[in-house]
T-cell receptor, first 116, second 115 residues
């Protein structure tokens, strides 16, 4: 089955710096890669996702890149702010016919701390 | 706005008790999931369901069972609670609609302590 490795487990940056979190996956059939953010005491929420037919996707200060050959994908946060402090989870799954596929395999999470 | 609710935020039970965790979603989602979240281990899938009365084992089903009698409700059952089941339990739901995002919507979590 699919296995997702996530690094680093903790990351501390100064406000304004960039943060990068990396994930690798094992199943080459995986084609959907979301990122979830979980603030302290709150539920995980989707912040960005990418499908395997694109190599990069951006949404304001966050971007995700995907390298299918190497089977890894990364989350990039630029101009970090204290409110970016949270635990971030990557995940992978197989999406059937471009539609919905429920089963996500999550990485173990990265705790990001942004120091003011 | 999707709402996923869980019956309790905090629960304390004794070893050997039967424990029911309830999850309800109001967006007519087909898929529902139960995860447990432990520090350093991320989100691990216990059971999931793609339809009423249907259930599939996830990665760590031992010691758990589930019930889905209605589309909006997915219950997690600990037949005989043990201390190693002390954890945060998260429910999630998602739609099967083609062309829509595969986003999973999570409940607020139930922190279960087994003494």
């Amino acid at each position: 089955g699919e296995n997702v490795e996530q690094h680093p487990s903790t990351l501390s940056v100064q406000e304004g710096d960039s943060a990068v979190i990396k994930c690798t996956y094992s199943d080459s059939a995986s084609n959907y890669f979301p990122w979830y953010k979980q603030e302290l005491g709150k539920r995980p929420q989707l912040i960005i996702d990418i499908r395997s037919n694109v190599g990069e996707k951006k949404d304001q200060r966050i971007a995700v890149t995907l390298n299918k050959t190497a089977k890894h994908f990364s989350l990039h946060i630029t101009e970090t702010q204290p409110e970016d402090s949270a635990v971030y989870f990557c995940a992978a799954s197989i999406s059937i016919d471009g539609g919905s596929q429920g089963n996500l395999i999550f990485g173990k999470g990265t705790k990001l701390s942004v120091k003011p | 706005d999707v709402k996923v609710t869980q019956s309790s935020r905090y629960l304390v039970k004794r070893t050997g008790e039967k424990v029911f965790l309830e999850c309800v979603q109001d967006m007519d989602h087909e898929n529902m999931f139960w995860y447990r979240q432990d520090p350093g281990l991320g989100l691990r899938l216990i059971y999931f369901s793609y339809d009423v009365k249907m259930k599939e084992k996830g990665d760590i089903p031992e010691g758990y069972s589930v019930s889905r009698e209605k589309k909006e409700r997915f219950s997690l059952i600990l037949e005989s609670a043990s201390t190693n089941q002390t954890s945060m339990y998260l429910c999630a739901s998602s739609t099967l609609d083609r062309g829509r995002r595969n986003e999973q919507f999570f409940g607020p979590g139930t922190r279960l302590t087994v003494l």
